[in-house]
């Protein structure tokens, strides 16, 4: 039964990698559901297939079998254009790595995922400014990443994450690259996220920190969820 | 929706080495083109000029220069009584029956050349209003006297005021200096046609020049000479006639110039692309990103395409910026069509600017676009787990 409080729902998923002649099984048989508006932490070894399973849910990657309902769109039938356009609106990526466009400003780098919007220039100015204002950055707007600290590069990727106001938002290691006080920061940002906007947060993390700022925290070994 | 350009071109800015090493490459080579065709266009606008709307020159039917044209003494008094021919102040017509020869001359720059002498007739300077005495006087009809062009005098040896200039029967003296500006005149000695027949044992007129009372009666003076079965001559409007004149040149030029930089643009246009490929590689977690972000295969597609342009644009201003400098440079050489001498400017043209500026950005499209299709068709897992 499909349930209106769940924002993802996994049905029986499996996903192979193929080098040369070997299979490798990533993921096998997954099935379970994220609540709308929980903050999930995904644990595990290197290899256990839990940024495989979170490529999945992000569109960003095909699965063998099984389905996967974004608030009730099954993006496992779309095809590579719509699967890009649906990306666009309904999800905000944080990268371990951040993932700034070196030649861009703060400002411009937030602004990006809005080009794909048909906002005016002036309305993607304000929704920047709003995301920024969000992550405490306003004033460094002018700055290219370079210019930045780590930490604040990471509040730059999560401003840009959350412009286009996404249905989900999904963190690889979101702190694996940071000092323990930017790592506070950058959890506390998305605790507040989750908290106050009520956003859909799953997170891939090796760091237990991390992980106990989750509401939920699922383990995944061998391509399986253990108890 | 696009990436936005401002990322193509900041990204060539990152790595300005780069940048300007490929575009210098590129540079080089619409030079080239754009050289090959400002001398086309000078060759052409010299001809071009040198005639005038008004004027209409008349030669032996089939003569395709006035070297090779004839028109006895008999057909030039009968074009001479033609109506619609204009008068002047005095009432005589505005018409001269002149007579072209060549004569070789020794160049400062060493060797020999062809150079034209015009046997002229009263109406001459009038028909050529451009033509202006610079130094000394006209020369005296009825005396071996003759005015030189400038550019001839600058690239031939003693030419100078009062020197002369000696043929088999006789000696030529040099009274008087003229320039017609950037007109093939320039590249020309003037005598009276009589005393050139005489010493050239010439019986007959090249060309008879007249200008027209209206000069929209081009039809109607035409089919007067060529529809008379006395004559067996044709008549052009001169600046028709010397824009044939130039064809020839000018279209040997243009090819020789458009073969020689396609195979100089080879080599342009893989330094594009391997500078494109080194961009591609370099910043393929980019890729990945923005693919991730929602931006469309052919997002990206054209977002490299659009660097490369770039590329190519930059090219294409740097190689026409030094291009134009050659205006400055007047050259000479032999006209096919007349076999004379003839001395003329690089000239840059809107049409040679926008065809050189095509050629580059084609040359930077050519070279982005292998580039550009493979980061179109990056993975983006394998893209965002690349170091």
């Not at chain 1, 996903?15 to 048989?29: A, E, F, I, Q, S």
């Amino acid at each position: 039964m499909e349930s209106p409080s769940n924002i993802v729902e996994i049905r029986r998923v499996s996903k192979c990698y193929h080098r040369g002649d070997l299979v490798v099984p990533v993921l096998t048989d997954i099935t379970f559901d994220i609540a709308r508006g929980e903050f999930l932490a995904i644990m595990g070894p290197s290899g256990s297939g839990k940024s495989t399973l979170l490529n999945l849910m992000a569109g960003i990657d095909r699965l063998d079998t099984g389905s996967i309902l974004v608030d009730d769109t099954d993006i496992t039938t779309l095809s590579e254009t719509e699967l890009a356009s649906w990306r666009s609106s309904s999800v905000g990526f944080i990268f371990q790595f951040y993932n700034l466009i070196p030649v861009l400003t703060a400002f411009e780098n937030v602004e990006l995922p809005l080009h794909l919007t048909g906002l005016s220039k002036k309305e993607r100015r304000e929704h920047v400014e709003a995301a920024l204002r969000m992550v405490s950055l306003t004033e460094r707007m002018d700055h290219s990443p370079s210019q930045l600290s780590g930490g604040e590069q990471q509040r730059v990727a999560i401003a840009r994450a959350i412009v286009t106001d996404p249905l989900i938002l999904v963190a690889d290691e979101p702190t694996g690259d940071l000092d323990r006080k930017s790592a506070a920061d950058v959890l506390d940002l998305m605790e507040r996220l989750n908290r106050e906007l009520n956003k859909t947060i799953i997170m891939v993390t090796h760091d237990p920190h991390a992980a106990g700022r989750a509401h939920l925290i699922r383990h995944l070994e061998k391509g399986e969820f253990i108890p | 929706m696009a990436v936005p350009l401002s990322y193509s071109f900041r990204s060539l800015w990152a790595r300005r080495l780069t940048t300007f090493l490929t575009a210098s490459g590129m540079a080089l080579v619409v030079f080239v083109f754009a050289t090959v065709l400002m001398l086309a266009a000078g060759l052409q606008k010299t001809l071009v000029q040198t005639g005038s709307y008004r004027n209409v020159i008349v030669l032996r039917q089939g003569a395709t220069s006035e070297v090779d044209s004839g028109i006895e003494r008999g057909k030039a008094a009968v074009v001479e009584t033609l109506p619609g021919i204009a008068v002047d102040q005095s009432g005589e017509t505005v018409l001269a029956k002149e007579v072209v020869v060549l004569i070789t001359l020794p160049k400062k720059a060493g060797g020999t050349s062809n150079v034209i002498i015009r046997g002229i007739g009263k109406r001459s300077f009038a028909l050529r209003p451009q033509v202006k005495l610079i130094q000394g006087r006209m020369p005296r009809f009825g005396t071996p006297e003759v005015a030189v062009g400038s550019s001839l005098v600058k690239r031939f040896k003693g030419l100078t005021l009062g020197s002369t200039i000696s043929d088999s029967v006789r000696n030529w003296r040099i009274v008087g200096i003229m320039d017609a500006g950037n007109t093939a005149f320039s590249s020309e000695i003037w005598g009276d046609a009589e005393q050139v027949m005489q010493g050239f044992r010439r019986p007959v007129y090249s060309v008879v020049i007249f200008r027209m009372r209206d000069s929209a009666a081009l039809d109607a003076m035409k089919s007067l000479i060529e529809d008379d079965p006395r004559l067996t001559l044709q008549a052009k409007r001169e600046t028709a006639f010397y824009l044939d004149q130039s064809e020839m040149m000018a279209k040997f030029l243009t090819i020789l110039g458009i073969s020689l930089t396609i195979i100089f643009s080879l080599g342009a246009v893989i330094g594009a692309m391997i500078t494109m490929h080194s961009a591609v590689a370099n910043r393929v977690r980019e890729i990945g990103t923005l693919r991730a972000l929602g931006f469309q295969r052919r997002g990206i597609l054209m977002s490299f395409l659009a660097e490369s342009v770039f590329l190519g644009l930059i090219g294409g201003c740097m190689g026409i910026f030094f291009a134009s400098f050659m205006q400055l440079i007047t050259i000479s050489t032999v006209n096919f069509q007349s076999l004379a001498e003839l001395a003329f400017k690089f000239t840059l043209t809107p049409s040679v600017f926008f065809k050189s500026l095509a050629f580059a950005l084609i040359m930077g499209l050519i070279g982005g676009v292998l580039p550009a299709f493979r980061a179109s068709r990056l993975n983006i897992v394998d893209s965002l787990r690349t170091s």
